[in-house]
């Protein structure tokens, strides 16, 4: 057989991330504090995008009559791209007849009380200062000159808890002053209120409290040079090490309770940031109702009016920019849009899942995975992943991340029924924290209980959720509850 060129002609199919499908996948992954920042910069961009706040009565999308030909064609191929997963408007069903959905914003509730009251300004008050300017503060009531310099580079340097993060030697060399003027200043400041702040670590600290306290002796002194002793509940070595009798231990050790280890969080720090939920979760008289909030988003409208305006008499190059402009303006009206569909569609199905915690609470959570939610309302695993990541919704119980309502199943030991791992978790906390100081559970306790009540768990599951709870072993917390007396 000869070998020779030749040409084929096959036929074959391939996914192709366009650069509209790949925005419209990172549309749906943002949380609503980022879309903001998102359409900000969009509106900055296209000229013919224009924002007016969201009042509720409308999604995105809704735009004025007398829509162009041009503008029909110029947006058609992204509305076949998006209209794959659309759904109408009888997708959710939500009782708009029944009381308002929770308030977006704080002017919703102007005029709502009946009683003629004005705004509670007093709500809106600054906060008190930081512990940074709490301590500049005192700084210049202190000192002066050079002082005064190393002073504020000592207070730069303490973080939010009250404790100095700092080489003393390095921060001589980097000032050019003798190291023992840097420790005299560090010694004034450790004077400072709140007490025990400047601190290196924590026996430093607690010394600093009691000295203030008139209650450093020799016996105080040496217990706080041995907390490691106190933590441990060692109490026969202590009484030793410190020579006093079983009274004056206890005494020492409720002075020593007394002390605040983290001086510096009385003011606050930086305070962590907001959380803003991105959906409201109620129940009407019709079943659940879910509302995406809408407070922290403007409402996009596509201006074909200066569209129009714009393209009479302009140039054939400024007629082909226009139209892309107007194109992409469109294409992010439908995608904020499909964008809400489905994060309302997912959210409507996790609620029908997890009805028994809505109803009832933590302990009727069911086991749950992104593959159920998926297969049950038709789409990809990977889409609900992103609609779940980073997005909270605000219920009747508070606020939770999407991602908290799957996890893991723990079986029954009857039947064919499984529980959540959350309410196997909070049923351990329950009786971690009503246990009595005499009579401590140990983990295999716990486990024997958990069975009794119908749960499949093992011993070394109940230590793994123990430890992501915070809680110590049974000889730690027996050793904590005889410090608390």
């Not at 510096?264 to 803003?276: D, M």
């Not at 996790?350 to 302990?363: H, T």
């Not at 980073?390 to 991340?401: D, Q, T, W």
């Not at 049923?427 to 009540?453: F, Y």
Request: net charge negative.
């Amino acid at each position: 057989m000869a070998l020779g060129p030749r040409l084929d002609l096959r036929q074959s199919q391939s996914l192709v991330m366009t650069p509209q499908l790949q925005q419209a996948i990172k549309l749906l992954a943002l949380s609503n504090l980022e879309l903001e920042t998102y359409l900000a910069e969009a509106l900055e961009g296209n000229p013919l995008l224009d924002a007016s706040p969201a009042d509720g009565d409308g999604g995105f999308g809704d735009e004025p009559a007398g829509e162009t030909p041009a503008a029909e064609a110029a947006s058609l191929d992204t509305d076949q791209a998006l209209s794959a997963e659309s759904g109408g408007a009888n997708d959710l069903d939500v009782d708009l007849a029944a009381d308002s959905f929770h308030h977006d914003s704080a002017s919703d509730n102007i005029g709502l009380s009946g009683g003629g009251e004005d705004i509670d300004f007093d709500s809106f008050a600054e906060h008190e200062g930081t512990l940074h300017d709490h301590l500049l503060a005192q700084v210049g009531e202190r000192f002066g000159g050079t002082e005064a310099i190393v002073a504020g580079q000592l207070v730069a340097l303490i973080d939010e808890t009250g404790y100095l993060r700092a080489d003393l030697a390095e921060l001589a060399a980097q000032l050019g002053v003798p190291l023992a003027l840097i420790e005299a200043v560090l010694g004034v400041v450790q004077t400072f209120d709140p007490s025990g702040v400047g601190a290196r670590d924590l026996a430093e600290c607690i010394a600093i409290q009691a000295r203030e306290a008139d209650r450093y002796d020799p016996a105080m002194a040496t217990m706080i040079a041995h907390l490691d002793l106190v933590a441990k509940g060692a109490f026969p070595q202590l009484k030793r090490i410190c020579g006093v009798d079983d009274e004056d231990l206890a005494d020492m050790i409720r002075e020593l309770r007394g002390y605040d280890p983290k001086p510096g969080l009385k003011y606050g720090g930086e305070g962590a940031p907001a959380v803003v939920p991105d959906l409201y979760i109620r129940q009407t008289a019709k079943g659940w109702a879910v509302e995406i909030n809408n407070g922290t988003l403007p409402r996009l409208l596509v201006n074909r009016r200066y569209y129009t305006e714009l393209a009479e008499g302009a140039a054939a190059k400024s007629k082909a920019w226009l139209s892309e402009q107007l194109a992409g303006a469109n294409w992010l009206v439908r995608a904020l849009d499909q964008r809400q569909r489905t994060i309302v569609k997912v959210a409507s199905e996790i609620v029908k899942q997890q009805e028994g915690f809505f109803l009832n609470g933590v302990a009727h959570m069911r086991p749950l995975t992104l593959r159920q939610v998926a297969e049950a309302i038709g789409m990809h695993e990977s889409t609900v992943s992103r609609v779940t990541s980073n997005k909270y919704l605000s219920c009747a119980r508070g606020l939770f991340e999407l991602k908290y309502f799957f996890s893991s199943g723990i079986s029954a030991t009857e039947g064919d029924g499984a529980v959540s791992a959350e309410a196997v978790k909070s049923r351990i906390k329950a009786m971690i924290e009503g246990e009595d100081a005499k009579a401590i559970l140990s983990d295999e306790t716990i486990a024997q209980k958990l069975s009794a009540e119908g749960h499949d768990i093992a011993r070394r599951t109940v230590v793994k959720y123990r430890e992501a709870m915070g809680y110590g072993s049974s000889v730690q917390r027996r050793r904590q509850k005889a410090l608390a007396g």
